[in-house]
């Protein structure tokens, strides 16, 4: 059983910047697709972000240009570098991963981002 723990929520102002960390449990993990995805207050989850083992990496329209997905296989930790935030981006952050694409496996607990006007 594998388990994925967020970190790095907060509170931010508009037009800021905040990096999320989610790091998995297993070495092996190393080789599933990681993802992010998001869930605001009455709205639906939705995806964010994913990387492949081999570095491709896809992204919803509404964060292209601001959101950056990376990861580090040597430390099993994946990365979501957001900038320009938005009071839109408030939600709960979820880290995710699995063996195909979209990565919806394994699921963290999230982290809550906070964007304040």
Known sequence: QVQLVESGGDLVQAGGSLRLSCTASRRTYSSYIMGWYRQ????ERE???AIRSDGRKYYTDSVKGRFTISRDSTVN????????LKPEDTAVYYCTGG???PPQTHWGRGTQVTVSS
């Open 40 to 43: 605001a207050p009455g709205k």
């Open 99 to 101: 063996s195909s694409y």
């Open 47 to 49: 995806f964010v972000a």
């Open 77 to 84: 930790t994946m990365y979501l570098q957001m900038g320009d």
